[in-house]
Structure formats: C-alpha cells, structure tokens
C-alpha cells in the first residue's frame, strides 16, 4: 500500500552511490580488486602500452574474446558487458530480498508477539522528526545540500518540511507522492476496511501488478536484450511465487489498524502537503509511474511540475506504485543523470559529475546494442610516427587532451565513439553540449523534455561555454569539441561534411595554457543512413512552421553564437526531414595528436593561434576526406555483406574493412 518512505542524505552520496572501480588521478578508473578476481574474460590496459594488434579468439557462443596477458588490468565496464544477464540480475536485490527485510522489520522485542506497531505517529511529530535531523545536518554542513527522499506519504513529509524551512537548501526526490490522495481509489475503501479483513481486499493479481508494475513490459524489455525465453518465464514464474508464499508477511505489514492509520494519515498529509505548496522553493524532481493503480501518479507528476517553482518530471510509464522496488529504477543513477546532483550551493557541471558506475554504464549501452552492432564502426588512430591503425591505439592514455571535429547529422556519431573510448581505452569523453539539453528557463511546453537527455549528462556532457571548458582541461579531462556545433548537426540539404567554424581560435589558446594535445578527427557515414530532404530553409518559408521555429528557440532563452555573423551564428532550434536509407556503415579517423606543450608563449599570439587554427580545420577536412575515398573499396560496407559475415564468425565479432 502507501509506503510512508522519506529519508535523507546530506550531498556526496556516501553510501548511495557504489562504484566496483575506483578513480585514479588521471580520471580513469581502477578496478576494484575483488569484482577482476572474480572474472577474467576480457582485458584492455590503459596504464601499458597498448599494442596495435591484438590476439583474438572465437568461442562456441561467437562472442569475441580477447587474450588476457598477465599483468594486465582489467577493464570493469568491459567485464559488465560480459555479464549473461542471469550474472546481472543475481546482484540485484529481488521481492524475495524484500520480504525477508520486511520480516526482519516487524519483528518485536518480544519475538514478534504483542506490541503497538512503533510507525503509529501524527503527522506533527513526523514532519518535526525529520526537520529536527534536517536541522542537525544543515548545522553540521551548511554549504551542503540535503537531499530529501520520500515516497508517497514520504513526499507529502518532504513537502511539508521543505515549506517550513525555506532558507535550507533543500533537493526534494518525490516519488509518486500521495498530494493527490483524494483522487486515490483508496479513499472509497476507508469504510470498508473497519468491517473486512485486509487478506480478502486483494486478488493476487492486483498485489503482483502493485508490487512488480507491468509484467507484460517486463517480458518485452527482457526480450530486447537477447534473454532466452525459458530464463523470462523462469524469473516470471519466481515472482508469482513469491507473493503468495509472503502473504502472512503482507498481512503482518498491513493488519487492519495499521492500514487505516496509514489512510488517515495520507488524507491529512495531503491536505497540509497541498495547503503549503505555495511556500516550497527547493529544487525538486517528481518521479510517476503510469501504472500505479494506487495513486494517480502521472497526472500528480505534472500538476506538481507547474506548481512547483524548480521542478522537473521524470516518468516511468510501464512501473506500479512500488517504483523503488523496481529493477528499472535506481536512484543514485537517477539523481546523476537528471544533473540534480551536487556538492555546493550552486551545480558545478564540471566537479559535481559522478562517473557511471559499470551497472549503470550497461544500463546505458544495452539499448544502443543493436544499433551499435548495425553500424560496425570502424575506428582509426594514428601513433606518434604517423602510423595509422584500425583502433584507438593512437589515443593519448593522459590527458588534458582536446578533440576537435565534424558533428555528423543528428549527432548520430556519439554513442559508438563514446562507448568505444571507454570499452577500449577506459577514458570519459566530456563533451560540450548545447544548453539544450541542460537548462530551461521557461516550463516545458514545445521543447522536449529534460529527460530525453539524461543519459548524455549521465556519460558527462556540459554546457558548452569558455568556463566550463577551462575547468575541464585544468581537470586533464579528455574533451570533445564541434565547433561547427548544432549547424553542423543540423545541416542544410547538401551539406553534408561541410564545416561550419567561426571565425574565433580561442580553444586553440585554451588549449596551449594547460599544454593539451589537440586531436583532429572525422567521421563520416550519415549519407548511408538518411538524406535531408526537409531542412531549415524550407521551414523558414512556411509561416506557421517560421513562428514555431522562433517560439521553440524564445522558450529555451539561450541562444549561442550569438556574436558570429551569417550562417555559423544561425543556431535556431528545429527539426530536420530526414529520409532513411538502407544503413550502411560509420568509419571515425583520428588524426595524430597535435601538442601544444611548451607553446603558451607562442600561442599567446592571436595570429599565431589563428594559423594553428587553420590547421586543426585542415586535418578535420583531411580525415573526412582519406575516410570517403577509402570507405569505396570497403568490402563490408554494405549492411548485408557484415550481416553474413557475423552469421558466420559470431555476432560481436569484429568485421574487416579496407587495408589501412
């Protein structure tokens, strides 16, 4: 039923957050000794040199497989990867795990025989048991933030505790909360629960679908990531198990008393929660799932969205009431990705972010899987005598280092040179993004929501500025640079690997102040997935679509590239008419690094920094022209041709291209 869930934590996630590797100086991560014990499969050193060819084997099941040299460090995001997914899902707690919780919990001094319930309390003294603890932490960190969670009943105590302390900076994490308990179909049951047992007001169907959210959804989501189906029916037929073997354990948490004090108290709640909203000015995330059959949780999410003065929505359109029991939801990767984390006063992009964890990472890069797969990246870097190898071999392993190249349409080129960095050569790419996918100035109405973009922000994006981009190379970050930014993303029809650049060099002086390496690249293959057919200009001459244009573009109220003139500086929000195309194949050329080391003086020169400038703009135009002249004798180009050739050698396995 209604959980009364609230708890607290003061920022730097002490216990929340749990990482199996540990971070090193160099922004990396190291391998928690106990998880690279545990299984040996696949291994790729950062801190050794790093060969340029590698020894691979193909096993029964077609997955490829690399030679583990002694010595050589593990790479845990690599090794989650390996993981079958009954691996995976063995580390995570289940309802069983619940229940026995649960048992442990009601279990009196006495040996679970007498005794009131201990939760039986009025609201007054809840809502001051916790301020009283949110005081004590605010007294303990006052430049700290306290991050207040609460579910249902919980939220209407957050809520409430948040209006009666508005000088403490507070962040409210609310999940379906019970503000709009009298909508509920629970209050028409109040009468009958005076006169009926609680074991004969619900089905065990109507448990299961509170308790797990939508099975259905659970059996698709399953079936997406490659589970065998008797492993899906398997899991299925646990969990039915499970609830009508814990009933006794249900009615021990719900006996008739403790479910109408619950009821009262979420009548009351609500009420005082809803008399103070007008007084909350924390930030605020509201967490609703579509299929809570408790609450009206969805509708709740979006009138408390404009209530609210910092509030942002998150939904979860297949998940019951019980959203934090849910292997979907973690909460630690939630507060991340939705950039609600933070250490100070005010958000610091830059020092604030938390590192995906390898469990978070995987839940990131499973839905991309088969898109990764389709596409078959073919990756080039060239080594300090100018040698060019087909993987990243060439990539500097410290940092800062700053690349710099062609934004492909729509940006499609992100995810597999993001997550191959990091399988390959366990570097975070920082990218420097638009403010689209940060702020908003106004509430949401023609935008897309915030939450689209949660996993850029959980693998480290940051608003593109000159600020953040000094805090990143003073970090020795490796950081991902367009110039060309959302012109070239979003380019006219025909101009396809065209660069947009302004005319500024300021990142080339950027760069030379923290003596970073500056890696040119390309990247080309969006003309094998889709054409422009429909584009800016042709918006532009529509009216009704030329005022959408300029309406989107008001609501985000941050404009960039406000200072160039003509096409560079046209950086209006819109979307593109694409047509598909029969996929064909994405090739990514990173050309040899360029060090600025011992060059500051130099740099420091406008025209000097110009002319290397130029030359950086240069080696970009260079890779995409050596990848579309070569990209023509590849035999594997054609989707058909790498479908055939996985059919036969595995479906992870790597596919050839042209000879380098």
């Not at 084997?57 to 497989?65: H, N």
């Not at 469990?359 to 080594?383: C, D, G, H, K, W």
């Not at 100035?441 to 480290?460: H, V, W």
């Not at 953040?468 to 640079?481: C, F, G, T």
Request: hydrophobic residues 40%.
């Amino acid at each position: 039923m209604a959980v009364n869930g609230a708890c607290f934590f003061a920022a730097g996630f002490p216990t929340t957050v749990r990482c199996c590797a540990k971070p090193s100086s160099s922004g990396k991560f190291k391998p928690n000794p106990a998880v690279a014990n545990t299984i040996r499969r696949f291994a790729v050193s950062t801190e050794e040199s790093i060969t340029t060819e590698t020894t691979t084997d193909f096993v029964e099941d077609g997955r490829l497989k690399k030679k583990v040299v002694e010595g050589e460090k593990m790479n845990p995001y690599v090794l989650e990867l390996e993981k079958t997914e009954l691996e995976y899902k063995s580390s995570r707690k289940g309802l069983n795990d619940y229940f026995e919780e649960s048992r442990n919990f009601i279990k009196s001094s006495g040996g679970g025989v007498g005794g009131p319930p201990r939760w039986f309390s009025p609201l007054d003294w809840l809502v001051k048991l916790v301020e009283r603890t949110v005081r004590s932490e605010n007294h303990r960190s006052p430049s700290k933030p306290i991050y207040l969670v609460g579910e249902s009943l919980g939220a209407c105590l957050a809520l409430a505790v948040a209006a009666r302390n508005p000088d403490i900076d507070l962040v409210l994490v609310l999940v379906n909360p019970a503000t709009c308990f009298e909508k509920s179909q629970l209050q028409p049951l109040m009468p009958w629960l005076e006169i009926m047992p609680i074991q004969h007001q619900f089905g065990l169907p109507y448990i299961l679908s509170l308790m797990t959210g939508d099975p259905l959804k659970m059996v698709i989501d399953n079936a997406r990531k490659g589970v065998p189906l008797l492993e899906i029916v398997e899991g299925l037929s646990q969990d039915a198990v499970v609830i009508p073997s814990n009933l006794n354990v249900l009615a021990a948490l719900l006996p008739r008393e403790t479910l109408l004090w619950k009821l009262n108290m979420l009548k009351v709640a609500s009420k005082f929660a809803n008399s103070h909203l007008h007084a909350v000015k924390a930030q605020t995330l509201v967490l609703s799932s579509g299929r809570d059959q408790l609450l009206p949780s969805e509708e709740e999410g979006q009138r408390l969205n404009r209530v609210l003065p910092k509030c942002q929505n998150r939904s979860y359109s297949g998940s019951g009431h019980f959203l934090l029991l849910e292997d979907v939801f973690d909460l630690a990767t939630l507060i991340k990705g939705s950039a609600f984390y933070r250490r100070g006063a005010h958000q610091d992009y830059v020092s604030d972010y938390v590192p995906p964890t390898p469990l978070e990472f995987r839940q990131i890069y499973e839905p991309n899987r088969l898109f990764l797969l389709a596409i078959s990246s073919v990756m080039l870097s060239t080594l300090e005598d100018g040698k060019i190898v087909r993987g990243l071999a060439g990539i500097p392993s410290e940092g800062p280092v700053l690349f710099v190249g062609y934004h492909m349409l729509m940006g499609f080129e992100l995810a597999p040179m993001v997550s191959n960095f990091l399988l390959e050569r366990n570097i975070f790419l920082r990218g420097l993004a638009h403010p689209v996918l940060f702020i908003r100035t106004k509430k949401e109405r023609l935008l897309p929501p915030l939450s689209q973009f949660d996993t850029f922000r959980a693998m480290g994006a940051v608003p593109v500025s000159g600020t953040n981009l000094y805090k990143l190379l003073a970090s020795k970050a490796h950081v991902l640079l367009y110039p060309g930014g959302g012109r070239e993303a979003s380019h006219r029809k025909g101009e396809q690997y065209k660069l947009f650049w302004p005319e500024q060099s300021e990142f080339v002086r950027m760069a030379a102040r923290f003596g970073a390496k500056i890696v040119p690249f390309g990247v080309v293959g969006e003309d094998d997935f889709g054409e422009v057919v429909f584009d800016y200009d042709d918006q532009m001459r529509i009216p009704f679509l030329r005022d959408y244009i300029e309406a989107v573009t008001d609501e985000l109220g941050v404009r960039v590239r406000t200072e160039e003139d003509g096409e560079v500086g046209n950086q209006n929000m819109h979307r593109l008419g694409i047509l598909p195309k029969f996929p064909g194949r994405f090739y990514y050329y990173f050309g040899k690094p360029i060090e600025t080391e011992g060059r500051r003086h130099e740099l420091r020169d406008r025209e000097k920094a110009h002319e290397l400038y130029l030359q950086i703009k240069s080696e970009v135009e260079k890779c995409i022209g050596f990848l579309k002249e070569k990209r023509e004798t590849d035999p594997y180009r054609n989707i058909l041709a790498r479908l055939s050739y996985q059919a036969t050698n595995g479906s992870t396995s790597q596919v050839p291209t042209f000879d380098i």
